[in-house]
């Protein structure tokens, strides 16, 4: 008997010295991604498809954010939108649908960008007439009018023209068609860029002031500065963003929402300093909030930041130790802009954005801008993919291994669910900044308010039963039980029956 056991054993021992296939040092997670841009090629024949997974593949890269609505029309041909008038476009090539279909055999996540409110940016009108910018632009009139105006009147900020996120009809449009390209195709995510104003003299769409100011219950048109006004703007930002959210993840749960999101100027070290910081106080973009109400899935700041200039270096520096330290429930991605750094200084970037923080907390990873611009010197952008995953004279490689995509839990394993629903009048109409309640089994108290046509959402709500009603300020109507479930979108309506008695 113990010498039939003697060669198992050796076996065994030697087995154990040696590590199992399964058991081999694990790939790192990094999310890996590269902004590609429809205003350059990349995507808009099948050789330059394929050309872009095989730069992906030679960068150990693992996704592409990729732009597929440039200004209110499209490089898909499932759309809601016209088709793009770019000439380099191929005639009735599908670029989202081919791209998606190459990139996933090679394992890369495809994440359509979509720009969000520029809605055209030339002079000429688009030769559809069933563009928005024909009609709801400079020719349209009354709610018609969808376009934000300044403050002094103008209606195009630089070359754009831009929807108006406080206009009910316009921001119900461009969550459609978000929504739409989760529903037709097999994107892996969606990507939502330039969801804010311009800077604080924007935003002054008639509908968008006359919705302040009868909610607000003053008369005069409000300064840029003013502060409810401000609020109230960055709020539409944010009802925007929770209504693509939630419409998105009903329509198919695991999709990712993520957002290209300003980290212009000085890093903010204290939420005072945030609030003071350019996305909150000038773009009114509070995608810190965005993060922690659990309403995008990913946030991709803009870092770009000169790595050889002294003061936009530390900016840099301060953006991403923020950015590192206030993720919450979801995740952030650095995002560094190769196009105005040299190669060395676009890896010495990666490198601190993927070291962990003072407080040992870690990005998921990175999205470099841009796959048609990788450096500031004319150096072949052939060589920066090369650089990023082998060592060259540009240093140590920063992607010397593949890299799995990282896991995003509350999707893959969830705990929680989520509410989304609409409030209506007697009529049928949608009801504005009307207030909603929801009270758990628990005895928790969520109160919300609806956007401009009635849509109202929670996310990361606990399982259980829950009682949905109207808050009496905004009027009477029959209370609605609710059962949450994890990882599911729950829908619902209210009606108001009847409206509280004015006390004048």
Do not use: C
Not at 207 to 223: A, F, K, M, N
Not at 326 to 352: C, K, M, W
Not at 438 to 458: A, H, I, P, V
């Amino acid at each position: 008997m113990r010498k039939r056991l003697v060669l198992p054993m050796i076996i065994l021992m030697v087995i154990s010295l040696v590590p199992a296939v399964g058991q081999a040092e694990e790939q790192p997670e990094e999310f890996r991604a590269i902004w590609v841009d429809a205003f350059h090629d990349g995507i808009k024949t099948p050789e330059q498809v394929d050309k872009l997974v095989q730069d992906v593949q030679e960068a150990n890269a693992n996704a592409v954010v990729v732009q597929v609505r440039r200004r209110g029309d499209s490089y898909f041909n499932k759309s809601l939108e016209p088709r793009s008038q770019d000439p380099a476009l191929e005639s009735g090539f599908d670029a989202l649908e081919y791209l998606i279909e190459k990139a996933h055999q090679a394992d890369i996540e495809v994440h359509a960008w979509l720009t969000t409110l520029p809605i055209w940016n030339s002079l000429y009108p688009p030769e559809s007439e069933e563009h928005a910018f024909n009609q709801h632009g400079p020719s349209a009139s009354g709610e018609d009018y969808w376009l934000t105006e300044s403050i002094s009147g103008d209606n195009r900020s630089g070359a754009d023209y831009i929807l108006d996120p406080g206009h009910p009809d316009a921001a119900d449009y461009t969550a459609d068609q978000y929504v739409n390209v989760v529903k037709e195709y097999d994107v892996d995510g969606v990507h939502l860029d330039l969801v804010r104003f311009t800077d604080p003299t924007w935003g002054y769409n008639p509908t968008s002031v006359d919705r302040y100011l009868t909610q607000t219950g003053q008369e005069d048109i409000p300064e840029p500065e003013n502060p409810q006004w401000k609020d109230w703007r960055r709020q539409q930002v944010n009802n925007l963003v929770r209504q693509v959210y939630l419409r998105s993840i009903a329509e198919d749960p695991s999709v990712k929402v993520s957002a290209a999101v300003i980290a212009w100027g000085k890093g903010p070290e204290t939420m005072e300093e945030y609030k003071q910081s350019a996305p909150y106080n000038t773009v009114l973009q509070d995608w810190n909030g965005w993060l922690e109400e659990g309403i995008v899935d990913l946030a991709i700041p803009m870092n770009y930041d000169r790595e050889h200039v002294p003061l936009q270096k530390a900016w840099y520096d301060l953006w991403i130790e923020w950015e590192k330290d206030h993720q919450y429930d979801r995740q952030v991605a650095a995002g560094p802009g190769s196009f105005i750094n040299t190669i060395e200084g676009t890896l010495a970037q990666i490198n601190r954005a993927l070291q962990p923080s003072a407080e040992g907390n870690r990005l998921a990873g990175v999205s470099l801008y841009s796959y048609a611009s990788t450096n500031n010197s004319g150096i072949e952008n052939d060589t920066f993919f090369k650089a990023l995953s082998a060592e060259s004279e540009y240093g140590e490689p920063v992607f010397s291994e593949p890299a799995a995509i990282p896991d995003m839990p509350w999707k893959t394993n969830p705990t929680k669910g989520h509410l989304m629903g609409y409030l209506i009048d007697q009529d049928g109409d949608p009801v504005d900044n009307g207030k909603v309640v929801l009270r758990g089994s628990e005895g928790k108290t969520y109160q919300f308010e609806t956007d401009g046509n009635g849509f109202f959402g929670l996310t990361d709500l606990p399982d259980g039963h829950y009682v949905a009603q109207i808050d009496g300020e905004t009027g009477e109507g029959a209370a609605k039980p609710l059962d949450i479930e994890a990882g599911v979108v729950t829908e619902t309506e209210l009606q108001v029956k009847a409206v509280p008695q004015s006390s004048n």
